[in-house]
């Protein structure tokens, strides 16, 4: 009996689809997918990672937020910049070491100055990259799609981008981050490819990003090297 092929895609953004001139948070828009192979067991090395963290002193499945990390935001508050860097160099390390891929999707508001052109941009570069890799996809019998519904737009472009695939597609309901390892891998490659397209478009980070990283220098080679290497 053939077995059922399946890939999972983890959905995660950074930004809003809120024009550039009513959002001064940033001018980028980052969607980011995570695409792992269901028959690709991963289960020894999230373990490794959870005992990593526990051993850091954070509870059992503790979820880890990548932009709080680095802002020294929410639970992360009272944390040490040492001790900050040591929880995402060991979700880096656990991303690195499994079978996955990642690819980001990025649009500058500051040249899609409406909602309607954030969609498109993004819709277009979506669908182009489903059909680059059409081969691959259509290898599996079943796409489940992992997003937490934080933007409904997002839902809705995701459906769109993935029709081709309608009869094959499952949007997994109610998903929650805390539960999923690979969609904090998700939330993590959107922060980094966050502080990548500021460096490459206005050449400068924040200074908590920059006291974070240790400087731009160290940023490329610890950080965004390691990262473009699960690069789809």
Not at 2 to 17: L, Y
Not at 68 to 97: C, T
Not at 199 to 206: A, Q, R
Request: with cysteine; hydrophobic share 40%.
């Amino acid at each position: 009996m053939k077995r059922t092929r399946e890939i999972s895609v983890f959905v995660d953004e950074s930004g809003s689809f809120v024009p550039e001139s009513m959002d001064s948070s940033s001018r980028q828009y980052i969607l980011c997918m995570v695409f792992h192979d269901q028959s690709i067991q991963i289960a020894d090395e999230i373990a490794k990672l959870e005992d990593a963290l526990f051993q850091m002193g954070l509870k059992r499945g503790h979820c880890v937020h990548a932009g709080p990390l680095v802002r020294r935001e929410n639970e992360y508050a009272r944390m040490s910049r040492q001790e900050r860097r040591g929880i995402m160099r060991h979700l880096l390390v656990f991303f690195q070491k499994v079978d996955v891929a990642y690819h980001c999707f990025r649009v500058d508001k500051h040249f899609n100055t409406r909602q309607d052109a954030i969609h498109d941009t993004l819709l277009q570069q979506i669908v182009g990259f489903i059909f680059e890799h059409k081969s691959d996809f259509d290898s599996y019998d079943k796409l489940k799609v992992y997003y937490d519904n934080g933007q409904a737009k997002v839902k809705e472009l995701l459906k769109e981008a993935f029709a081709i695939y309608s009869g094959k597609t499952e949007f997994v309901p109610q998903v929650s981050p805390e539960n999923y390892r690979l969609f904090q891998v998700a939330d993590l490659a959107c922060t980094l490819e966050l502080v990548k397209a500021k460096v490459e478009g206005l050449g400068v980070i924040s200074s908590s990003e920059s006291a974070f990283f240790g400087g731009e220098k160290n940023l490329k080679k610890n950080y965004l090297k390691p990262l473009s290497r699960k690069l789809w």
